[in-house]
């Protein structure tokens, strides 16, 4: 049974090494390092095989997922010699990819038209290949955070708004692609810090539709390792007095941050963990610089200033250099693996129990990875009897 | 109901800030920041009040406590106020302690006269303050790994040796502690690398009589942060290629240690915890180097090497500053009150529900600090029903 | 003879150091650690002796010296016993310290009036005190840069403008402070990065006047080390690719430089290193963020990103943790005793020479750190024949 | 004019990345980046062009340098395309490689007979490729320290013991190498802190044939930063308390060096900077560990710990991560046209002049990498005039 994978920001650099490695997976050529859902807790979870997965997406870029590979390849990221070897794969996938909504967000006429022919793309995809189910995932860039509008406030308000010619503007990229997915019947997650299906019109209408949607911003870095030492701190009845933590980025991520709108919705989710896990705003904050030149690459450095017993003041610091599409590329699997199960079970609406996967998780305010982790096993391991 | 806490090691720093800093406590001049024992999760558990705390201890070192604790403010350990506010209490503990064995770690006869000593000396200190329990808690230097002999096999062959003045040797010094806190009718916790309770023979008397152990090895600093950071890789399938510890250390710590043999000791035990979590040994290893100009004060680096999908080759680096007798302190509290818990509830023998204060910890191969915490709530929670 | 040192900001933290160090040197309980004025190359240059010196200045602030200090060694800066050793030569200095300019910069009426005002202070110090000569030091806040004025083209524009009452906000603080130092008679320096002496019409007035200045802004920290590294790898012929700098900052320095004009103008002197020795723009930047808890600590983090034969890629990184103010405070004393060398020996405008001290030396295009030392060698051994 | 490199080592990673780099540049495909001899300042000094030299050496190691270079294109140290790019060069380099000594050191009888046989290889070369000057450079692996033997002292009593069959070992390798260049009428360039020509005797021969020597140990990563950061500390007054090293190598360097005897002769080499430029022994030490997975590369973390004025005690912390061998051949290049140079100028005996390459410079105790590099130039633009 396959499962269709469709990609919004299909030929960006993550969604490159997720079918590059997906396919190298298959072809025995790489192991599935960084890959949670193959993990032996879900031995037994019936998740979608990688074989059975297919991908397509929506990118207005016209340099295809080949050239693309072979750009992450001279970056260090991706083997030399994957490229050729996958070749099939990416031609197959690049095949599958949509123009969708051009670089100013907008088609021309009504945002419900534009939303219909996402919603269709969408729509061929899963006849053209067959696929039982298609989860779509945003791993576009960062949009800066959306105008807010009063038909945000319901689905009877912003159904009609979407009709209104006046109102083109009124849903940012990532939710006309959330409010495509769901028209197309398709469960939607963000793996960006954008507004996606997070408004509470859209909300309400997956919920409606018995449609899942989880996000946002994929925990691939920095922000994963805050997420176990916060906790420690806490465990410790260590006193947090200032976190630091400064970002410096390279390639389109670093570019598109660059832009002081964006970065906030960026800093907002990242800011969000430290808040809510040691209870209260902490001194310091998170700061993203670009460095072009890092290119793939992002080197985080983090201080953290604490205070012991006796009033000792103490520091951590942390030095974080990884590559951003490499980390990000088989959480977008895992996440549709488990998102496709969701689907199948009848989960609809949002998923706090993916939260494991996000630096800003929907419906929860769970921030602690190990807590995060029993949780998503005890939901995957439930779902497996309840398939449609 | 006063507990008694009797400090081998009495007169260290870390003696010296666990006195200092209660009597602080109590004082309302500190906070309990880093006080495991004070957090909400315990509220309800019956531990000793820190209040009813008494201290007393062996150290043949003839400078007194508040001399000490003077050293310790002028290093910026202990605030400048705080010797002359808990004067009195420094005065106290200081009248509570007895040389115990020499340095060279031997009195003269046999081994059995000496453990006589000292259990003599813990059962007056007992006798003397009106303590119903006194947990014995070893601070002192580490010590290089203990000669095998055949009689550390079984309590027959060592009580036998004993005896014996040719076996005078048969035990380190912190076995002979251990062995006299057992003696007198005490729990005994070891919260150095030093071989302590942990032998067979010991081991065998405990369980006998009744009387709980735990250690080895305080979990204060850089292995503290490694016992976060390696479920973090296991939990995101994120293969860890090579670990590299380097430890400063300064202070006696740091001039202990400059004997290979003792290193050895430490060695062992902070590397126990990667082995066991990321299931095999992994290249890099821990060092440790003394640099005395550091003194109360403690810095590691630790360098990862992982893998992540694609193969692609990240790393992360920490660096820890902190001070290890403000880090030790509390846990020597926390450890004095759990075990005398455990104590008036019938816990006998080694204690591995105190993994979470631990490096190597006893009877446990469980060294991920979120589940350790789990246990070790469930367990004291567990032992609340139960009193003597 | 003795040699006044007039501190604009004279009760602030860097002030506070300077005058209880010099006290503390002078009454043998420190060392003369940090001061490049007392190394050997500088044996035979007749500079005024620390013995010598005399403190006053401008502070609006009403906290005491005493008080600044306490609050010095409370954090760690200043050894506990030194307020109290010091005590008579702080409530000396503090009894000569006069509000200047009020918290809004200006005072009624023209800023002639107000700089008359201020040159007046200056010189009832020089009579009470029979220094022979006064260095006027601006150890005040970080400025926003000053707002362009037609008539600081020029003396003869500027001298005009000064007694409009409608241009009473023609010059910022600093260069208010710098007129009244040149009114006065004195030689001028700016430790910070405020505009001070830097217009062309106070250029014209001190070189007309045959008055010293220096400037601008202490190289203490991240700029120092920059400054020995950058020339390393233009030495080894290595390509620097990006190089991010970010300064985390607490105490009053912080606060001032969360404000991001004036951030700005901290920003442009830190940056102006690395362009003018690498010889164009890098990718990067520095970046400053504030976090109060530091207190009077600072540590910076470098990221740089070089490329090597081959095209081999690689990073140096580096943390240095510094306290600014007892960095500072030998410098301002350094800077005090040469420019009281080069008044006395005849020099007039800018000084070129004394480029090693600063982060944005004024008439110097040199930041090389080994260049900029010959330059100061060369330069006070060749005015020591040459006294007025 | 062609000038001949000799080296020692000559399938290693230094020596691949030095023939395919000069390919590379020569081909227009590289730049010269991280080339010391082709910086402005040595412009008109009359150096043999790279696309003079010609390569060979010993090494019995049979996989030849083609294989060799396409590993470090695996490696990620040379550009992917480079090794078909130059695969000619390779191999003109590879046929000149001859086996030397085997991996024990030594061959069959005496050491004479050895040295004669080396010697014979490198005049043969210079035969073959008709070579004007031939410059043999040690790039071999550390030695440990030389067995000390009073036949060391003079280079009669040397002379005599080369011929005694009982003295076969009567020098390590690297000096059997060195005696050959002399015989072969070459000068020797140590790049290793092997012993090679620094024994008293073949200081002596080395005068008294009028060829010149240099050495020791390249100074390619961690030691180049503490040539410019030592100084830093002295010109400031600032008092360095602690300077701990810790360098962590893979690779062959990182096996070699896992023999704590090689270990020894390599720290010996690392730590006489610090102890020289310092003014004395420092606290800390310089620490190898090996970690294979680093591969070609290597990371080094320094803590220093220093104190200012007011006895204000601060830290400066580096981590450098070099790849060695990308940073060792472009000075292996210098020092062959640096030699050459000297050589043709009829230098002889040690040349101090060359401190700049080196970590243990010979007949030198400069250690100031700018005052070094002063020494060069000087030096360099001395001997155009002189040629033979």
Not at 322 to 339: E, K, Q, W, Y
Request: net charge negative; aromatic share 6%.
């Amino acid at each position: 049974m396959r499962t269709g994978v469709w990609l919004v920001g299909g030929r960006g650099s993550v969604a490159a090494a997720t079918v590059a490695g997906t396919a190298g997976v298959r072809a025995g050529a790489l192991p599935a390092t960084g890959l949670v859902s193959e993990l032996p807790a879900f031995r037994d979870v019936p998740l979608p095989a990688l074989d059975d997965l297919v991908f397509g997406g929506h990118d207005p870029a016209t340099e295809g997922l080949v050239k693309r590979v072979e750009r992450l390849a001279a970056d260090g990221v991706v083997p030399h010699g994957l490229p050729a070897l996958v070749r099939t794969d990416l031609e197959a996938a690049d095949a599958e990819i949509r123009p969708g909504l051009t670089g100013t967000g907008r088609t021309a006429g009504t945002a419900d038209a534009a939303v219909d022919a996402l919603a269709a793309d969408i729509a061929d995809f899963r006849r053209r290949t067959g696929a039982a189910d298609v989860v779509v995932i945003n791993v576009a860039s960062t949009e800066p955070p959306a105008r807010p509008h009063p038909a945000h406030a319901s689905w009877e308000l912003l159904g009609a708004a979407l009709h209104r010619p006046d109102d083109a503007g009124v849903l940012p990229p990532s939710s006309l692609y959330a409010c495509a997915a769901l028209r197309a019947g398709c469960p939607f997650v963000d793996f960006t810090p954008s507004t996606g299906a997070r408004l509470p019109a859209l909300d309400e209408l997956a919920r409606r539709q018995g449609l899942a949607y989880a996000g946002s911003d994929g925990k691939t870095g920095e922000t994963l390792v805050k997420s176990v030492l916060a906790p420690m701190f806490a465990l410790r009845a260590l006193s947090v007095r200032s976190w630091s933590g400064t970002n410096l980025l390279g390639g389109g991520d670093g570019a598109a941050l660059a832009d002081p709108r964006r970065a906030a919705a960026k800093i907002r989710s990242k800011d969000r963990l430290l808040r809510e896990q040691l209870g209260g705003p902490v001194q310091g904050g998170v700061h993203i610089h670009e460095v072009p030149d890092l290119g793939e690459w992002k080197t985080a450095w983090d201080h953290i200033g604490f205070e012991g017993f006796l009033g000792a003041r103490m520091t951590l610091q942390f030095v974080w250099q990884g590559c951003d599409s490499a980390l990000a590329a088989p959480l977008v699997l895992d996440l549709a693996r488990f998102t496709a199960l969701a689907h199948r079970s009848g989960v609809g609406g949002p998923v706090p129990e993916l939260g494991f996967f996000f630096k800003d998780p929907v419906a929860s305010a769970e921030h602690d990875l190990n807590r995060q982790f029993d949780e998503l096993v005890t939901w995957a391991r439930g779902l497996s009897g309840a398939h449609r």
